[in-house]
């Protein structure tokens, strides 16, 4: 269908929205079926949200049941927070390494990383360090899109023009193998202490790259040493998808701030969170209060669905399985023959020298063979939902070989 044809025009103003036979209609676990009977296995987890699949149902069950008592509610004014939502956050917290326990909540990781970069700019302003205000991130990187969210993506950079002007002052470091190295130099150009924020993915979401313990450990003491803000946006490596709440902690990188997404409702209501550090929280805690927000900030049923999903990746342990499920699919994935890097259920798939549209094309192969993928720059990424069995992982790998053909 051309977008000419519906009334829908988020992406189809470009696109279209493809033929009704492809519209989603039903999911189930880890399989979703389309209106013309065909099932595909999700190894996408939708758009790397369904961290729990489809119709799990301790997270329907927990929807419901606040549907049915408190399904209203807003942290924007007045001091009446949804009794779930401070529960959703203790649970949060206690989950959460000593000193980053502070959450404001928020709707969308868009919404989240931009606030890191306003909250990191209003603590200099507090701190008095005014003219710190520079941004950095990475060419390729993705952290969103809005007015703050859209200049900090670094894969949308040569779009920031197109309805700026957008946030100013933020600049791109081009990735050479390490994050420390590649952020310092332009840390360095700009000046160091003209550096309020480094905001990076522990894993960049377009390449599939994954930063080395080492490396983040020293982009780290780089920002300590020079009083930068390390916003760790885990949009997507966050809860579970590595095995770990938090892929920097998993790394034993505490960052100052943190951003958490997707998973955190595992995609079935939209809800996001910036974590701060104590030192911010405390020395902004009695200022005026920091104008960013919205109505739904802190949405009960968002809430029941937060705490439904901690409950199963702790209380049930599936965060425990994520990384021996993620051998298991990498074994498979390289005796198909691929290159594949990976942290727990984030498998990289190379494809080395391949373009965008090339890899596009071995995507939509994988479509016409039962499995939904990400193109991502040379390379697919895979990424099911946390709950896919290991028979599962190793039917991925028969599609995705299958579709290479
Ligand atoms: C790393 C990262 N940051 C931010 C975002 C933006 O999150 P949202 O789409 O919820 O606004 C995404 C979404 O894909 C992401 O992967």
Redesign the pocket.
Known sequence: MRADDSCVVNHPLWHGIGVPDDFLVEGDGVRVRDRSGRWYLDGRST???GTLGHNHPKVIAAIQEQLNTLALGTLLIYDRPAEVTVRFAEALAAQLPDGLRRIRFG???????EAAVLLSRYHRRITGERDRTAVITLWG??????AG?TPL?GMLADRVDWCGPLLPDVHHAQYHGSWASSIAKVAARLGPDRVTAVVI?PVM?TTGVLAEQQDLAELAKYCRDNGIHLVA?????GYGRVGALSRSVQLGVVPDML?L??GITAGYL?A?ALVVNERIYQDLKDAEPFPHGSTTDGNPLAAAAGLAVLDVLFGDGLIDTVIPKGEVLRKALEQQGFDVAHAGLLQRVALPGQTFDQVSKLRRACEDNGLLVSAGLGCLCVLPPLVITEDDCREIAERLGGARG
């Not at 709707?107 to 990383?113: F, L």
């Not at 990187?141 to 809005?146: D, L, M, T």
């Not at 946006?233 to 490596?237: L, P």
Request: no cysteine.
């Open positions: 758009l790397w949200h709707n969308t990781g868009s919404q989240m990383t990187s993705y952290h969103g899109q809005g969210a993506s993915e979401g946006d885990e949009v997507s490596t951003v997404a997707k939209p996001a």
